[in-house]
């Protein structure tokens, strides 16, 4: 099998020869999965493109003095609908078609250009949507939604798409083998997250099933995601631990955990996602105890498996003896992941009320998620057949994106403390007291700053595209 050369992959190889420890590398094959991969690769970086878009009216709409400027605070619910859509499951499952096209078998092709063109389409109707000029924004937790008929056909459409997108991945998984390895850890990773996502898309079709068509929009559509909302969690959450065990070994890092304890890890966080199927038949669907269940689930799941390999990354970095050189962008999206993801758990420990603590929360882990796969499109851009990122605003984005999401963060936890409610904008934050008008100041601050550090990302990804390798993978294939 060809694969492309990765100068930071000849460096941590070098290490692995030269410390003990496990490493966790995986090669993209150099054939048509490549082409598949890219085109995945292609979709995410729309969707960050039209989320950072949207993520300007959000930021101008609450933060003080320039709400009042800006005729946009009518138009923040649209706005946060669609930027979550399309940073969080778009971005997320447009990720994981890459990972699991590029370290899956190379049966079944059209099905996967097929479930990438269902998506792609879905995600085009989603954020054209609000310019229709209809339908109601609901804030439903995990997959926010518009009433208007543009918007549900294409989340459809899309949901149609990541529906075959598993499918594919999940019978096209390659075994183990008998010599298990670090590779062999990351692609079960993989496969777990693909089961975990299936499960989720059960969930998903159990609630359209059971959920009492009588109810408001809100209610409904937060019933209706609430369990495979739930369970996609264990989806993004091990496709980061697979971003950090690969991104480290990338690094240099040689880490204390052996590929079977890792793989006990994946499991754990796998095993846990089933707890979602029984939920559904112990209790009602719109049932406190039902809602509980699958918390408590998310909670024990990704804690027990999330710190173990969270350690032993961190533990792996501390060696300064061994770095490649050319690995600088790598290093700095994972620290900046584990930092973020590490401040979202620890916020969500405080959290009471519904205030804008919550969001914080969340930012922090999901977009430790995001920087861990950001990181991850550094890494493959060689063996997808591009040029590797390099130069100071490959070093530099991660930072500028994790800190402005850390000032973000720190502002929602701060304007939280004095109550201050969440998915409200403008005049309707009633903002009093000098405390809550500094915390959400810096709330906008750092969310400035994040959009010039997610920006930053995708400059430094399309420069990255302009300049394909030599012998793209793919196309020696098919020449021969």
Same mark, same amino acid.
């Given at each position: 099998?060809?694969?492309?050369?990765?100068?930071?992959?000849?460096?941590?190889?070098?290490?692995?020869?030269?410390?003990?420890?496990?490493?966790?590398?995986?090669?993209?094959?150099?054939?048509?999965?490549?082409?598949?991969?890219?085109?995945?690769?292609?979709?995410?970086?729309?969707?960050?493109? !039209?989320? $950072?878009?949207?993520?300007?009216?959000?930021?101008?709409?609450?933060?003080?003095?320039?709400?009042?400027?800006?005729?946009?605070?009518?138009?923040?619910?649209?706005?946060?609908?669609?930027?979550?859509?399309?940073?969080?499951?778009?971005?997320?499952?447009?990720?994981?078609?890459?990972?699991?096209?590029?370290? $899956?078998?190379? +049966? $079944?092709?059209?099905?996967?250009?097929?479930?990438?063109?269902?998506?792609?389409?879905?995600?085009?109707?989603?954020?054209?949507?609000?310019? !229709?000029?209809?339908?109601?924004?609901?804030?439903?937790?995990?997959?926010?939604?518009?009433?208007?008929?543009?918007?549900?056909?294409?989340?459809?459409?899309?949901?149609?798409?990541?529906?075959?997108?598993?499918?594919?991945?999940?019978?096209?998984?390659?075994?183990?083998?008998?010599?298990?390895?670090?590779?062999?850890?990351?692609?079960?990773?993989?496969?777990?997250?693909?089961?975990?996502?299936?499960?989720?898309?059960?969930?998903?079709?159990?609630?359209?099933?059971?959920?009492?068509?009588?109810?408001?929009? +809100?209610?409904?559509?937060?019933?209706?995601?609430?369990?495979?909302?739930?369970?996609?969690?264990?989806?993004?959450?091990?496709?980061?631990?697979?971003?950090?065990?690969?991104?480290?070994?990338?690094?240099?890092? #040689?880490?204390?955990?052996?590929? +079977?304890?890792?793989?006990?890890?994946?499991?754990?966080?796998?095993?846990?996602?089933?707890?979602?199927?029984?939920?559904?038949?112990?209790?009602?669907?719109?049932?406190?105890?039902?809602?509980?269940?699958?918390?408590?689930?998310?909670?024990?799941?990704?804690?027990?498996?999330?710190?173990?390999?969270?350690?032993?990354?961190?533990? $792996?970095?501390?060696? +300064?003896?061994?770095?490649?050189?050319?690995?600088?962008?790598?290093?700095?999206?994972?620290?900046?992941?584990?930092?973020?993801?590490?401040?979202?758990?620890?916020?969500?420990?405080?959290?009471?009320?519904?205030?804008?603590?919550?969001?914080?929360?969340?930012?922090?882990?999901?977009?430790?998620?995001?920087?861990?796969?950001?990181?991850?499109?550094?890494?493959?851009?060689?063996?997808?057949?591009?040029?590797?990122?390099?130069?100071?605003?490959?070093?530099?984005?991660?930072?500028?994106?994790?800190?402005?999401?850390?000032?973000?963060?720190?502002?929602?936890?701060?304007?939280?403390?004095?109550?201050?409610?969440?998915?409200?904008?403008?005049?309707?934050?009633?903002?009093?007291?000098?405390?809550?008008?500094?915390?959400? !100041?810096?709330?906008?601050?750092?969310?400035?700053?994040?959009?010039?550090?997610?920006?930053?990302?995708?400059?430094?990804?399309?420069?990255?595209?302009?300049?394909?390798?030599?012998?793209?993978?793919?196309?020696?294939?098919? #020449?021969?």
């Amino acid at each position: 099998m060809n694969t492309s050369v990765v100068p930071w992959k000849r460096g941590a190889d070098h290490v692995a020869a030269a410390q003990p420890g496990s490493s966790y590398l995986l090669a993209v094959p150099a054939d048509a999965r490549a082409r598949l991969a890219r085109g995945w690769l292609w979709l995410g970086l729309v969707a960050l493109i !039209g989320s $950072g878009l949207f993520s300007v009216l959000l930021v101008l709409s609450r933060t003080p003095g320039l709400n009042r400027l800006w005729p946009v605070a009518d138009f923040f619910r649209v706005a946060l609908v669609v930027h979550v859509d399309l940073s969080v499951l778009v971005w997320f499952v447009a990720l994981g078609g890459l990972l699991w096209s590029a370290s $899956g078998s190379p +049966r $079944g092709l059209r099905w996967g250009w097929a479930a990438l063109g269902l998506c792609a389409t879905g995600t085009a109707a989603m954020t054209l949507a609000p310019f !229709g000029g209809t339908g109601v924004a609901v804030m439903a937790n995990y997959i926010p939604m518009l009433t208007s008929p543009l918007f549900i056909g294409g989340l459809l459409l899309f949901g149609a798409g990541a529906a075959l997108l598993v499918l594919r991945s999940l019978l096209t998984a390659l075994p183990l083998g008998g010599a298990f390895d670090g590779a062999g850890a990351l692609r079960f990773g993989l496969n777990a997250a693909a089961v975990s996502a299936a499960v989720a898309l059960l969930a998903f079709g159990g609630s359209y099933a059971e959920v009492p068509r009588s109810l408001d929009a +809100r209610a409904y559509y937060e019933i209706l995601y609430w369990g495979g909302g739930h369970a996609l969690q264990f989806t993004w959450t091990l496709l980061m631990l697979v971003a950090w065990l690969w991104l480290a070994s990338a690094c240099g890092a #040689r880490l204390p955990l052996s590929p +079977r304890v890792a793989l006990l890890m994946f499991a754990l966080a796998l095993v846990s996602v089933f707890v979602t199927p029984y939920a559904y038949l112990a209790h009602d669907i719109a049932s406190v105890e039902h809602r509980r269940l699958l918390t408590w689930a998310m909670r024990l799941g990704g804690g027990v498996a999330i710190l173990p390999i969270g350690l032993a990354v961190v533990f $792996g970095l501390h060696d +300064r003896a061994q770095r490649p050189e050319a690995a600088g962008p790598l290093r700095a999206a994972l620290l900046t992941s584990l930092l973020l993801f590490g401040a979202g758990g620890v916020i969500g420990i405080f959290i009471g009320g519904s205030d804008v603590r919550i969001p914080a929360h969340y930012h922090g882990c999901i977009v430790g998620v995001t920087l861990a796969l950001m990181g991850l499109v550094y890494l493959l851009l060689p063996q997808l057949g591009y040029q590797a990122p390099r130069g100071r605003l490959a070093l530099l984005q991660p930072w500028l994106y994790g800190g402005g999401q850390l000032l973000h963060i720190t502002g929602l936890v701060w304007s939280g403390g004095y109550g201050v409610q969440r998915k409200v904008a403008g005049a309707e934050q009633v903002l009093h007291s000098p405390g809550e008008i500094a915390g959400m !100041g810096l709330m906008g601050l750092g969310g400035a700053i994040a959009i010039v550090g997610g920006l930053l990302f995708v400059v430094v990804v399309v420069r990255a595209l302009r300049r394909p390798l030599a012998a793209r993978p793919g196309r020696a294939t098919a #020449r021969r």
